[in-house]
């Protein structure tokens, strides 16, 4: 088994789309002029929402009949997955397709082609006749993935992981873990979401007081601040090419980062409520596996969610670790974009992938007052932080039904 | 509804369904449909669905073998819509 756990896994290619942007230089440089990404979005049920909306070339890898069949949640795939590899330098010809693999986070998929479906019968008086036999190869849950595999003719595994919004960093894990077992040789792997399509899931949200609002898009995600009323979702992507350290060294790849420790575990306590102490517990795991100290780590980027009661949850499991490590620095990428739900994990992860080369560590932005219950060292507000050298970056992601993911990541030195 | 009303309408479906084909071309004689574009299963199905939304009729699966040719699917559709 140790051979098996010892097989480093590195990140050699990043593509996504998030709504600041539709590639990692643009998405970074946003990040670090406190760019939000965050808009008025119309429902045709909710009307105006708050959320974050991507604007990528969808004509760049579809043609117009793959994206009429498609998903926005596929056509995020395949835009991100193309990036992704285009980043990497990857040959594909060069490849045994069938060795290839592809893992996508999903917090949910199928619903937004649900509400579409239920659109369109009612102008029949909800004749099911009139449901498109397009519903099921669009609605079903692997759909993300097969998109891409259909686009990429990639005929190695493709399905998604429905873990809700821990899903984009178990997206890496399943990748990290196929490749240890030499499943596969090439993995691409990371999250998708277009859960702001489906509007019974934004109501949700905001029935159960959930939902942000503010008068001003930009500062309505806001995690850690006294005045934070709720999430803003978002849709957006984040694909990473995988390989084993040796292939990518074989090819001379750019390599990102190495992925040296992860963790997942369930609160098993609350449908929606978190539990800091799982939480902790999560963090814990990926540090020992990772082989570090909590000191260790230089940037957390949390989950927080501009919830009331979720980021204190999660500022006291964070405290219960790290609070006595001053060069621990702590960050929110939601701030800026909103949740990108199945994509967050990794998304949020490939903002952070920069710090290793420029040493900058984004802020978490609308920070104007730090909740007093949320007693997080050491967070970086108001401005980007320059420190002396990043080596270990700790992503945490977590979800409803109490599934909690943390990735941690370190600055590939050779 | 005059019958090159309705071969407007269908060729217009049609482009809806395939929008990377020329449909420009499909005309009304005896040649398939999926001789003059790239046309599978399912595009059809969109079609025919298209269709029945369009007319409010029903075109069930037995009646497929009418719907080859632009001709041949005007001398199916053109009763059912008068």
Known sequence: MDNVTNTRIVITGVGLTSPNGNNLPEFRKNLLEGKSGITVFKDKIMGEVLAGVCDYNEALYQSKKERRRGTRAGSIGIYSAHEAIVDSGIDLSLYNRANIGIYVGITEHGCAETVVECFTIKEFDYNPRYVSHNFNP???????????????????????????????????????????????????????????????????????????????PAKASRPFDIDRNGIVISEGGCMFVLERLDDALARNAKIYAEVVGYGINTDACDYVAPNSARQAECMQLAIYKAGIRPQDIDIINTHATSTPLGDVQEAISINSIFGQYEDVHITNTKSFIGHTMGAAGALELAGELPSFADAMIHHTLNLDNLDPACKIPNVVRDKPLKVDNVEYILNNAFGMLGINSTVIVKKYAG | MTREEVKGNLIRIIGEVLPDEDVSEIKEDDV???????????????????????????????????????????????????
């Open chain 1, 138 to 216: 669009k609605g079903i849950s692997n759909n993300p993935a097969g998109e891409i595999a259909l686009n990429l003719k990639i005929t190695g595994p493709h399905y998604t992981i429905g873990a809700a919004c821990a899903a984009g960093n178990i997206g890496l894990i399943q990748g990290l873990q196929m490749l240890r077992l030499a499943e596969v040789d090439l993995a691409l792997a990371g999250g998708v979401s277009e859960t702001i399509h489906a509007f019974p899931i934004i109501a949700s949200f905001k029935n159960s007081g959930a939902l942000a609002h503010h008068s001003d």
């Open chain 2, 32 to 82: 398939p449909f999926v001789n003059r574009v790239e046309m599978d299963s399912m595009d059809f199905l969109d079609i025919v669905l298209s269709l029945t939304k369009e007319y409010k009729i029903d075109i069930p699966d037995s009646d497929f073998t009418h719907l080859r040719t632009m001709k041949d699917t005007l001398d199916y559709l053109m009763p059912k819509i008068s």
